[in-house]
């Protein structure tokens, strides 16, 4: 799941606003951008079974899910108040607020699923003796 939503992350916000979108608002691409990048990563990482592949890919979801925190609600608030608070953020765009959902969604419950399953608290537990 980690290398399909780190590709997404990249390529949908590519596809969608474009390389040009970011002399438009760098923010936006570069969260997305480094996302993308961090999930790859850590995907690499635990296919590779790396030692520290599980506390990277916990971060990695981490950060994604953090990173799709307010542009997710802020669409929400937009599409509930009926304002548009960007221009390139109509509030009218149901879809797009759904998809910033499923997406954060998905980061969350794999950031719990890493952690739960990932063998991160153990890693811990073996860097303290």
Not at 22 to 30: A, D, K
Not at 70 to 82: D, I, N
Not at 96 to 111: S, T
Not at 116 to 126: I, K, L, P, S, T
Request: hydrophobic share 50%; charged share 15%.
């Amino acid at each position: 799941m980690a290398y399909v939503l780190g590709l997404v992350f990249i390529i949908g916000e590519t596809s969608r606003r474009g390389f040009a979108y970011f002399s438009v608002n760098i923010t936006t691409m570069v969260e997305d951008y480094s996302a993308g990048i961090f999930l790859l990563t850590a995907a690499l990482w635990w296919s590779k079974k790396y030692a520290k592949a599980p506390a990277l890919m916990a971060a990695a979801w981490g950060y994604s899910a953090g990173g799709m925190l307010v542009p997710f609600f802020a669409h929400l608030e937009a599409y509930v108040r009926g304002a548009t608070f960007r221009p390139d953020h109509l509030h009218e765009d149901l879809n797009a607020v759904i998809a910033k959902g499923i997406i954060w969604g998905i980061c969350l419950a794999c950031l719990v699923i890493t952690l739960r399953n990932g063998d991160v608290g153990r890693q811990r537990a073996d860097m303290a003796t």
